[in-house]
């Protein structure tokens, strides 16, 4: 969220029975951004939020017809509303208000003297909070059906999205479907119970990690401490006050949720730190050959162009592009003799110069944030009839990336001068690789090639 205008682009409905509080509130939020409706009442205020996509309500609580407390309460009760966040504003703002505004529902209770700054924060904390609500998926796994639907209300008026299972084996079947954020399940169920079920988990890498919560009616102290012990992020008793439950789970996302971005600092910082290895690696390239600079480069243009016209997602295309960029890395190790050499190259000479994939793979090893840029390095030349190099992987053996770097590797040396002879046209070039589509090069990679209609990079 941009702190200079925190509400770009929201939706905000202001809800007072003061025209002149209106018109200032209004004018506040405008400032930090957004858009603002206005209703005098929060009868109006329903009518306005049934014809407009609403992001956020600013209400007093004291108003006639419908008070903010009523208006929070049916925004609520109402599948279609319930998930937009509720600011309540009121001179009166004692404990017991607060209390009310709470448990009518409010995202947040402030003070009608609040200043600017402080709006601000409490405005950017509750969309905070909203949007990685309205993101968050809970499971919830019991065998009481009225337990299932009184958690499943409280969590989806508190924003989240809820799935819900009978039993552990049907939570599994739920985990195939949809990967939550959090888990909350029963302990005694029959088939799996809430412990059988954790105990998968955790030897499950793909969901080891997601916060798991226990609801039970089992209230030893013993029990609860060896659930905590076993990985259990937190043991709630039935039966509970379901607002220190909904409560709960959202410490439980907030508390990963900050994990989560101390995960991606420490995944920006160790970037940094590849992007200076990269820039180290091609600079030591193109101090041995000017051509390979400027080849890197186009391969690495040509095969992201190619992967995006494949659809891939964003990983795998940054694969393709650093991949591409140091996939002739390993040239490093190969004599500059060999290397430069005008001439055509002797059967020895072209077995020396097959070993540039490996020895690239071996510089890369080490680096772990280079992992997967590995396989584009070491099998580019990899060949669809079997008959490439380093490992004559035949067809689907080769995996995607390499296949697709392959494709923008041969066009950029069929378009580029080299030592011993000129570069072909672009037309010719396209000649060559459609008649080596399905031998040489992946037929679907070279059809994907055409279709994004790429053309020679200067």
């Known amino acids: 969220m941009n702190n200079s205008a925190p509400l770009e682009d929201k939706q905000v409905l202001v809800v007072e029975d003061s025209s002149a509080v209106r018109k200032i509130l209004s004018l506040r939020l405008k400032r930090l951004g957004a858009a603002t409706w206005e209703a005098a009442d929060g009868k109006q205020a329903l009518e306005v939020i049934r014809l407009n996509p609403i992001d956020l309500v600013l209400s007093d609580v004291d108003m006639p017809v419908l008070d903010g407390l009523g208006l929070c309460r049916r925004l609520k009760e109402d599948e279609e509303t319930r998930q937009i966040p509720v600011i309540l504003i009121s001179m009166l703002d004692s404990e017991a208000d607060q209390n009310r505004g709470y448990e009518a529902g409010a995202s947040s209770y402030i003070s009608k003297n609040i200043s600017d700054g402080e709006l601000q924060d409490n405005i950017i904390l509750v969309m905070e909070k909203a949007s990685r609500q309205m993101q968050s998926t809970v499971l919830v796994v019991d065998d009481s059906l009225t337990m299932l639907k009184l958690v499943e209300t409280g969590l989806s008026r508190a924003g989240f999205n809820v799935v819900t299972a009978k039993d552990g084996i049907e939570g599994q079947e739920k985990l195939a479907e949809r990967r939550p954020d959090i888990i909350v399940s029963d302990l005694d169920m029959p088939r799996m119970n809430g412990q059988e079920f954790l105990n998968w988990l955790l030897l499950e890498p793909e969901y080891s990690q997601i916060p798991f919560m226990i609801m039970s009616a089992n209230s030893e ?16 008793v039935k039966p509970f006050n379901l607002d220190q439950f909904v409560f709960t789970v959202e410490r439980l996302l907030s508390e990963q949720f900050q994990l989560l971005l101390k995960e991606r600092e420490r995944l920006a910082v160790e970037r940094n730190g590849l992007l200076s290895t990269i820039t180290s690696l091609i600079q030591a390239l193109e101090a041995r050959d000017n051509y390979t600079s400027g080849h890197s480069k186009r391969v690495a243009e040509y095969s992201k162009a190619i992967g995006i016209q494949m659809g891939l997602d964003e990983t795998d295309l940054e694969t393709l592009w650093i991949g591409g960029k140091l996939h002739d890395v390993g040239k ?67 995996p995607l990336l390499p296949r697709i770097c392959g494709v923008a590797d041969c066009f950029d040396a069929l ?30 990679c070279v059809d994907a090639f055409f279709d994004a209609n790429i053309q020679v990079i200067p």
């Not at 401490?225 to 709630?236: D, F, S, T």
């Not at 010719?428 to 090069?441: D, H, Y």
């Open 415 to 444: 378009t580029s001068n080299r030592p011993y002879r000129k570069g072909f046209d672009q037309e010719k070039a396209f000649e060559i690789l459609r008649e080596a589509s399905g031998t040489q090069l992946c037929s679907t």
């Open 332 to 398: 490093i190790g190969i004599p500059d003799g060999l290397l430069l050499k005008p001439g055509k190259l002797t059967d020895e000479e072209v077995a020396t110069f097959r070993f540039h994939p490996s020895i690239g793979a071996e510089i890369l090893k080490p680096i772990l944030s280079l992992g997967p840029m590995i396989d584009v390095v070491l099998l580019h030349h990899e060949r669809i009839d079997g008959l490439g190099y380093p490992n004559g992987l035949k067809g689907d053996e080769i």
């Open 221 to 236: 102290k013993s029990v609860m401490r060896q659930m905590v012990h076993k990985g259990a992020a937190a043991y709630m």
